[in-house]
């Protein structure tokens, strides 16, 4: 059987960004076993999709122990073809140490923690690109597709695959206990990112829940991971609807996804919990900054972007030119509000099918 590994061990939004490819990659090539690398925590989310493929989750792959098991993995599978769908270290080394004749993808590895904002080329190796291809300021989402342009599979009718109805029910009967609390339909705020820049204010996530609770009458459910928790909480004290606030930590990425499908819209920053949003249908309002929605907003999905681009956005996240941070700063309250309010229609609509 033609074997396929794909790799991508990046964050949860570059994940999300791949599964459209994956679906071209199914469509293109029916019969062969797909492999999927990734980082641990979101091996289940790829297992759960309506798509035939296998997801393998590494752990520990920032240390040399770690990476060393996962290249041990790769080469397990002896795949015919790999592909590397990102300009990550890890993910090219992992493809071109896999030994798989074919490898495709981006095969150079670009030292930014912003990479879309560089030029990276997409490599073929073992065989004729059937085009020759670049990636750069460009859409997330396209990162990966492109991976599919030089395979030749850029023609390949597909869809975007969605995780399985059965495995959400599942999850939502393991999380049964926490919505027992919560009025449903609630809004769902994600007020953190990976990178501070990134971050709208925390006092304005609160001052955004408290007006949701009494202009919309719905409680707030705030995501987050389990090290964030105490930072909501220190800032959520005194706070005026303490009882319709609620806090949802979870390990589980399903767990999660099974969550977002019982909201009537999510707000967030800039992060992969907006990409997940984005995969089940949850109407969004997303806050944006140092990168441009046109670069790594959700796709496929109603979904109102705030940005207010200064001269220096989008740019590299390392560090700030202004200690204001005014990209951010510049998103007020009224106007989440306002956009959230723009999408009421989207919001029934996508209620109307959720926890069906």
């Known amino acids: 059987m033609y074997s396929i590994v794909v790799v991508e061990l990046t964050r949860l939004g570059d994940v999300v960004c791949m599964i459209p490819a994956l679906g071209r990659l199914r469509t293109a090539f029916p019969e062969a076993q797909i492999t999927c690398i990734v980082q641990e925590e979101y091996a289940p989310l790829l297992r759960a999709l309506d798509i035939n493929l296998q997801a ?26 790999a592909c590397s769908m990102s300009p990550a270290k890890r993910n090219a080394i992992l493809t071109l140490g896999s030994g798989a004749p074919v490898k495709a993808g981006y095969l150079r590895y670009v030292n930014a ?30 990162r990966a597709i492109k991976v599919c342009d030089a395979l030749g599979v850029s023609d390949a009718p597909s869809t975007t695959p969605a995780i399985r109805s059965e495995v959400i029910s599942q999850a939502h009967q393991r999380i049964a206990p926490f ?77 999660t996804a099974a969550l977002l499908c019982g909201a009537s819209a999510m707000v967030g920053n800039d992060s992969g919990p907006l990409h997940l949003a984005g995969l089940v249908g949850v109407p969004l309002v997303g806050l944006y ?44 309250i009224n106007e989440v509000l306002a956009a959230m309010r723009s999408s009421n229609g989207a919001s029934a609509q996508h209620q109307a099918s959720a926890y069906a």
Request: hydrophobic share 40%; with cysteine.
């Open 56 to 81: 393998i989750g590494l752990g520990a792959t920032q240390t040399l122990a770690g990476f060393g098991r996962g290249l041990r993995e790769v080469r397990r599978i002896r795949a015919d073809l």
């Open 113 to 142: 923690q912003a990479q879309y904002l560089h030029k990276s080329p997409v490599n073929v190796l073992g065989r004729k690109a059937a085009a020759k291809l670049s990636y750069g300021r460009e859409h997330l989402s396209l």
């Open 179 to 255: 919505l027992a609390g919560v009025r449903i339909p609630f809004v769902v705020l994600h007020p953190f990112a990976a990178w501070v820049y990134k971050q709208w204010p925390l006092e304005n996530f609160l001052g955004l829940a408290e007006r949701i609770v009494t202009e919309f009458n719905k409680d707030v459910v705030v995501i987050c991971e389990e090290g964030e928790r105490s930072r909501w909480q220190a800032a959520s004290v005194g706070s005026l609807h303490s009882d319709r606030l609620h806090l949802f930590s979870s390990a589980s990425i399903v767990e």
């Open 289 to 332: 900054g140092p990168a441009s929605p046109d670069l790594t907003a959700p796709r496929g999905t109603h979904g109102v972007y705030l940005y207010h681009p200064v001269a220096c956005s989008p740019c590299a996240q390392t560090t700030c030119l202004h200690p204001e941070n005014p990209c951010m700063n510049a998103i007020v």
